[in-house]
């Protein structure tokens, strides 16, 4: 029961505590991807929280449902096996998610084998960017032969799932008007690779350099997601079902939120969502609104429960009761597991979902 997510039953009807993080661990980065909104700097990695403070920080947050890394290229940080263990140890996640531009194949491979190795009892998620085959994909991505180094990763990786049972190895693509085009093919190839468990399409959105990249056909992205759906990858870990379920109308809903461009559902972002980057700022969610900035950790004796007893806080959190809303899948995923109004839906789609 220690790492299990019935512990978070309570969060269903009293959401006072975060219990999915999300950590920018650095923004570092080997890609040179024109959608990220993630900004660079002029010199990345400067003021990157330390090992010491991310200890000083971990305990403040209690257990943890969900926990996903972030950046920047996660694995270029070279303590990203320490600070995963400190949250292991301190936090006890039920999943534990690390997404990767896969550029790096021996070490991703070397530092994730080390990471399940300390982290049995949580479910290690390792999410692959793939936006295209071949030439395509090393295009989005900025890089010459990254598609090739996506597959040598993809190879090494799936090595690994005989061996660790708590081990997910996934595919996420970002859907752009650069590639809505290409969803069917991406689709079918990922749908060939059998050691892929799961494949997400994550929807563009933020401050991006070059804007033109977000002019999409919203009725291609409903195609991608239904093709999504007929090609149904199921998780390996118990509740498999149930979050596949939630998946699908989690696409659902971003489709008619973008479409509608309004809020369909509660947002529970800073409530039972919270964001960290790498110089220790807080936020509810991944918006990186300069006024919904909650302080600095730093400030706060690395203490999150002082944070977000402050005013500023608790007025951010009620300006995203009344009606704030966008288009992030991890935050949709928090906002359809503990809302009860979704469960009759969420039963049904899981009714559908083979074993």
């Known amino acids: 029961m220690t790492y299990s997510p019935l512990r978070f039953i309570p969060s269903i009807f009293r959401k006072d505590k975060p219990v999915h993080f999300t950590f920018f661990i650095t923004k570092r980065c080997n890609a040179k991807c024109p959608f990220c909104f993630y900004s660079k700097e002029k010199e990345p990695g400067r003021d990157e929280m330390s090992l010491r403070e991310i200890k000083l920080l971990s305990p403040s947050l209690g257990n943890l449902l969900w926990l996903a890394f972030s950046g920047g290229e996660i694995y270029l940080r070279e303590d990203l096996v320490d600070i995963s263990r400190v949250f292991y140890e301190n936090n006890k996640p039920s999943i534990m998610l690390f997404p990767t531009n896969g550029l790096t194949p021996e070490l991703i491979r070397d530092r994730t084998v080390e990471i399940l190795k300390h982290c049995t009892d949580s479910v290690v998620v390792v999410k692959l960017s793939l936006d295209g085959l071949e030439e395509k994909h090393d295009s989005l991505r900025g890089i010459p032969g990254s598609f090739k180094k996506v597959m040598k990763t993809y190879e090494m990786l799936g090595k ?196």
């Open 160 to 355: 690994l799932l005989s061996e660790y049972p708590n081990f997910e190895l996934g595919i996420n693509t970002v859907f752009c008007s650069a590639n809505q085009d290409d969803m069917d093919e991406i689709i079918d190839f990922v749908k060939g690779l059998d050691m892929i468990k799961t494949h997400t399409i994550s929807m563009i959105r933020g401050e991006i350099k070059d804007p033109a990249y977000k002019d999409i056909d919203l009725e291609k992205y409903l195609n991608a997601v239904k093709k999504l759906e007929e090609n149904m990858k199921t998780y390996r870990f118990r509740g498999a079902r149930i979050k596949a379920a939630q998946d699908i109308l989690q696409r659902r809903l971003i489709y008619r939120t973008i479409a509608e461009n309004r809020q369909l559902i509660p947002c529970y972002a800073g409530r039972l969502n919270l964001v960290l980057t790498e110089t220790g700022d807080v936020f509810p969610c991944e918006s990186f609104n300069p006024n919904h900035r909650f302080g600095n950790i730093r400030d706060y004796d690395y203490d999150i429960k002082k944070l977000l007893k402050e005013d500023r806080a608790k007025n951010i959190i009620t300006s995203i009761k009344n009606g704030c809303f966008c288009s992030h899948e991890c935050y949709m995923m928090t906002n359809i597991l503990f809302n009860p109004k979704m469960y009759p839906a969420l039963l049904k789609e899981t009714r559908k979902i083979k074993s």
